[in-house]
C-alpha cells in the first residue's frame, strides 16, 4: 500500500496527517512543537521524527510514502520559500526554503521522497472539498454529516489570530501564478475601510491596512487597545 503525508506548520504547534492509496485517512497526529524560536532546522527535525513515529504506527516503512506535502502560514512562494511569514521570527526564517530543506532531510530516510509545498489556506479549502465531495473518507466525519449534492467547487475563508483562505475549482486548488491566490487576507484595504489613522498601521506580513488588518483577532486587538485611550 502507498501512503502519503499531510504536514501543516503553525507559529507554535505542527501536525501530520497520513493518508493511503484507497482515499482513506488513516493516521492524525497529536499538535507537536514547532519551536519557531529554535529556527527552522529544529522544526524539520521534530517533522521528519512526527513522521517516522507515524509510520512506525501503521507498521509500514517511509519508503511506502509515495509523497508529502507541507503546508505553512504565508506569505511564501509557491516553491515554499517564506517570506517574512508573520509568525515566524523572520530573523530565522525569512527566505528559508522550508519545501526543500523537509525534501532533503526525509531523503535521507528514504532517497525517492518527495515534497510539494501549498499555502496553509489553501489547503485548508482543499481539505474541506475532499471531505465534504467524499472524495477524501475519514472515520472521525461521518458520511451523514456530508452534503449529498455534486460538489464541484469551494471557498473558504478562516478567521483566526490572521484571515486566510483558499478556493477550490475542479478538485483543484487555486495556487495562482506566485502561489498565493485565495489569502484574502492580503487583499488592501481603501482608507476609508478604517475608521481610525491608528487602525491603518498594523502591519501583516508585507503590507499595511489589509484586509487581515481589519478583521482578524490580531487586528481587532490593535485596534481595540487604541480605542481604549479614547475618552468617554
Known amino acids: 500500500m502507498t501512503y502519503y503525508i499531510g504536514v501543516d506548520v503553525g507559529g507554535t504547534t505542527s501536525t501530520l496527517a497520513v493518508g ?7 493516521y492524525v497526529s497529536e499538535q507537536f512543537p514547532t519551536t519557531p524560536e529554535k529556527g527552522p532546522q529544529s522544526s524539520i527535525s521534530a517533522i521528519v521524527a512526527a513522521a517516522r513515529d507515524a509510520m512506525a504506527r501503521l507498521d509500514a516503512p517511509l519508503s511506502d510514502v509515495g509523497g508529502v506535502c507541507i503546508a505553512t502560514p504565508g506569505p511564501a512562494t509557491k516553491d ?9 521570527d523572520r ?24 515534497v510539494c509545498y501549498i499555502g496553509d489556506g489553501q489547503s485548508a479549502a482543499l481539505g474541506e472539498y475532499a471531505i465534504r465531495s467524499r472524495r477524501l473518507n475519514w472515520r472521525r466525519v461521518p458520511p451523514a454529516s456530508l452534503p449529498t449534492e455534486d460538489l464541484q467547487s469551494l471557498f473558504m475563508v478562516i478567521v483566526g489570530t490572521g484571515l486566510g483562505g483558499g478556493a477550490v475549482l475542479g478538485g483543484q486548488a487555486i495556487q495562482g ?3 498565493r491566490a485565495g489569502h484574502v487576507g492580503h487583499i488592501l484595504l481603501p482608507d476609508y475601510a478604517f475608521r481610525y489613522e491608528h487602525d491603518r498601521k498594523l502591519l501583516k506580513g508585507n503590507a499595511y491596512a489589509t484586509a487581515e488588518s481589519a478583521v482578524s483577532l490580531s487586528g481587532l486587538a490593535h485596534q481595540l487597545e487604541y480605542r481604549l485611550t479614547l475618552p468617554p
Open 20 to 26: 493511503n492509496d484507497q482515499h482513506e485517512v488513516v
Open 80 to 88: 515554499g520559500i517564506l517570506l517574512a511569514t508573520p509568525n515566524l
Open 91 to 114: 530573523n530565522l526564517w525569512n527566505n528559508f526554503p522550508i519545501r526543500g530543506s523537509l525534501e532533503v532531510a526525509l531523503r535521507h530516510e528514504h532517497a525517492r521522497i518527495n
Open 177 to 179: 501564478s506566485q502561489g
